[in-house]
């Protein structure tokens, strides 16, 4: 026991270190995973620790040298690669939720959104929504046309129908409200086996690689309806699959942060005479595909 004692404390220090270590690997990890410089990043830590491992354990004092000295640049040299992904993470840390509507207008809200994407998609008109989250959407809001706008399902079919101005391009959405149509959003660069999607769906697996955005693609050919989300896409939803999701994503958090608040309040007593009182638990145009 006493040995036990002693190198907790002559190792404390370095048991910290790992889990402060091993924390910001973990977040750095759930940052780049959806990127596109994923997998460069993996690629490139994965060389980097086999040949440390092989140049220590063989006692290879050139190899060690030069990774040294190349690390050194390798760093700043992955700064500049990876500075799309490092202005979303930073985009991330520094951002608050855009979502500050209640519940209620929220289910509404979702409930409009499914009705104009199912009507869209029995018309068979080519659509593609982008619902801004924490990560504002500004630089591809200026792309398209300001509209500021509630959103219903005739004002969606008019803006979608093949024949108007607007139809070629994706509608921001921004809380509950229709901010802009006919964006242009960068397509995905990441290999994409399907080859059936055209530049639609592709633009909407772009934007959400580069954003926590949530894009909805409403097939022109077949009104297939799809969502895109962290850089991936789940196609040929039904309308009941498509409202679950939708649900998951946005209501989730939101009923756990009330959830919180309301056991928190539930903790102050309210009759202080009871006697045995307690806490209750409680960068390409776009064309349709």
């Given amino acids: 026991m006493e040995v036990v004692l002693e190198f907790l404390q002559e190792h404390w220090r370095s048991a ?9 690997i973990y977040y750095l990890y759930r940052t780049f995973r959806a990127t596109r410089g994923a997998r460069i990043l993996v690629g490139l830590a994965t060389i980097f620790v ?5 140049s220590q354990i063989l006692q290879l004092e050139v190899m060690q040298f030069i990774i040294t000295r190349v690390a050194v640049v390798a760093a700043l040299a ?31 809200f979702l409930s ?20 801004e989250r924490n990560i504002g959407l500004k630089d591809h809001i200026e792309t398209g046309v300001q509209i500021k706008g509630s959103l219903s399902p005739e ?45 639609r769906h592709r633009a909407a697996i772009g934007l959400t690689e580069e954003s926590d955005a949530v894009t909805i693609v409403v097939s022109e050919e077949t009104g297939a309806v799809s969502l895109c989300m962290d850089g991936e896409i789940e196609r ?12 998951e994503i946005f209501l989730s958090d939101r009923e756990a942060d009330s959830d919180e608040e309301e056991s928190a309040e539930e903790l102050v007593p309210e009759q202080l005479d009871t006697q045995d009182s307690f806490a209750s638990a409680g960068d390409r145009s776009l064309v349709s595909d």
């Fill in 16 to 24: 910290v270190e790992i889990l402060i270590l091993w924390v910001f």
């Fill in 50 to 54: 086999v040949l440390t491992l092989v």
């Fill in 78 to 108: 992955l700064l500049i690669i990876f500075q799309p992904e490092l202005r979303m993470a930073l985009a991330r840390l520094g951002s608050s939720r855009l979502w500050s509507f209640n519940i209620t207008q929220q289910e509404e």
């Fill in 112 to 131: 409009t959104l499914s009705d104009a994407v199912w009507q869209l998609s029995k018309k068979r008109y080519g659509a593609l929504f982008a619902i």
């Fill in 155 to 199: 004002l969606a079919l008019t803006i979608f129908h093949p024949k108007t101005a607007l139809h070629d391009g994706g509608v921001v959405l921004s809380g509950e409200r229709i901010v802009a149509a006919a964006c242009v959003f960068a397509v995905s660069q990441s290999e994409i086996g399907d080859r059936s999607m055209g530049l």
């Fill in 236 to 247: 040929n939803l039904k309308e009941d699959e498509f409202r679950e999701r939708l649900e």
